[in-house]
């Protein structure tokens, strides 16, 4: 095992003067301190099974090396970001870039280091070797009802590999639409993939839920089945109780206000969780946090004021994902940084004075509001997460940590320079 709990305690007893007196200054300055760090303790983010490796452009892959062979070693790596934070305690699977052979161990390895699964991806955007039919044209969508079928068929095995794994959610992402004017009836295509939904829907365990989820454009670039929020609502609202909206951030037209669409689901009941990325130009899958920080700031923002005048638990009533994947950093340190910036949006959230933002709303005082916002956004709540860490048994500095410990020259002097084959 790499990073023992004993090389985590000699690297926060390094760190740990410095670090007590950041959070001193700071408990000095905002209001109720340890709420903020025992929420952040709890909250938790899921990371994806197909962000481990180096991802790839349509243009070249360049792994880094040390990258996890099997599904096994994608755990083991997970385990050992949360080991890092404490904030990574799930996993999610997409099928059959990961398929478990044999779930039951899967399954005791995951809940040994403290891990579950959350939302299980289904797959109808690429055919698979062997495969009867091609999703050339769509699947959930497809003209011909044996390609639907199959689709539909595909939902309901990725259903059973997540029941057998104790996952409770379904998430469907289709690439389905067209690529030129003329070449589909919006309508039909519609009415077509709810009725494959629907099917889907009725093999859903009772206690699951379904995750659709919304994408603007690509890989068809004139029209997408379910290409917007408004487009997935309609689909979840049909569907019923158990369907719901995801977001993923990178998944809108430029400037998107996403709070704003993230307020209305959450009033609504239907948002589904999050599939966490930044964005600069479109589905760029960057880092979360990297490029808009005030935006993720805001989100959380609407989240947990929504979530609070509906009285939802904040860490186990949404989904909350990671959907990142890129060229150039190493993948876990890449993960550490995503998680950091989600739970630090998540804090600042937490310290937004609602009673006062209420009251300038009420006042129509803007530039109060704003000052607000900016107040907790520009006040540097990074030792609050760092405690959140340090009391759940994690590191003080994750990302130091891995690099002192030399992780990922240990992982390729154990797995070598194997890229994985599987994933995007
Ligand atoms: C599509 C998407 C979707 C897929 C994942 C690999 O762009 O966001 O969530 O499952 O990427
Ligand atoms: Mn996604
Ligand atoms: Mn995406």
């Not at 994608?74 to 996993?91: C, T």
């Not at 639409?177 to 829907?201: V, W």
Request: charged share 20%; net charge negative.
């Amino acid at each position: 095992m790499l990073v023992h709990k004993a090389a985590i305690t000699a690297h926060n007893e390094t760190h740990y003067a410095q670090h007590a007196k950041a959070l001193a200054a700071l408990k000095d300055r905002i209001a109720d301190p340890e709420r903020v760090i025992k929420l952040v303790q709890e909250f938790q983010v899921a990371i994806p099974s197909w962000a481990l490796g180096t991802g790839g452009t349509r243009f070249g892959r360049f792994p880094g090396g040390g990258e996890p062979r099997s599904l096994e070693e994608k755990i083991e790596d997970v385990a050992l970001l949360h080991r890092l934070n404490q904030g990574s305690g799930a996993i999610s699977l997409h099928i059959p870039w990961d398929i478990p052979s044999n779930p039951k161990a899967i399954r005791e390895l995951a809940s040994s280091h403290g891990l579950r699964f959350d939302a299980v991806n289904s797959n109808t955007f690429q055919d698979q070797p062997g495969q009867a039919h091609s999703y050339k044209f769509g699947s959930l969508q497809h003209l011909n009802e044996q390609v639907r079928r199959q689709a539909i068929e595909h939902n309901m095995e990725v259903i059973r590999h997540g029941e057998a794994l104790g996952s409770q959610a379904l998430t469907v992402w289709l690439s389905d639409g067209s690529c030129f004017p003329g070449q589909l009836n919006f309508r039909k295509a519609f009415q077509r993939t709810l009725e494959s939904l629907q099917e889907i829907y009725a093999a859903l365990p009772k206690d699951w839920k379904m995750f659709v989820e919304y994408k603007a454009f690509e890989p068809n670039f004139y029209s997408m089945t379910v290409g917007d929020w408004g487009q997935s609502y309609l689909y979840a609202s049909k569907l019923g109780p158990q369907a719901y909206t995801l977001v993923d951030l990178g998944h809108h037209l430029p400037n998107a206000n996403i709070e704003q669409i993230v307020s209305l689901l959450l009033m609504e009941g239907k948002l589904a969780g999050f599939h966490f990325n930044d964005s600069k130009y479109g589905d760029d899958d960057l880092t979360v946090g990297s490029i808009n920080p005030y935006q993720l700031f805001l989100i959380f923002n609407e989240l947990v004021e929504g979530m609070d005048a509906r009285g939802m638990n904040h860490a186990a009533d949404l989904g909350w994902m990671i959907d990142a994947s890129h060229n150039v950093k190493d993948p876990l340190e890449d993960l550490l940084q995503s998680v950091e910036a989600i739970r630090l949006a998540y804090a600042q959230a937490l310290l937004v004075d609602q009673a006062a933002l209420r009251q300038a709303q009420e006042n129509n005082d803007v530039a109060a509001a704003q000052e607000i916002l900016q107040e907790v956004y520009r006040t540097d709540l990074r030792p609050l997460v760092a405690e959140a860490r340090l009391r759940s048994g994690g590191a003080l500095r994750p990302l130091d940590l891995f690099r002192e410990a030399g992780v990922r020259k240990a992982l390729i002097a154990q797995r070598g320079y194997h890229a994985h084959t599987t994933g995007l």
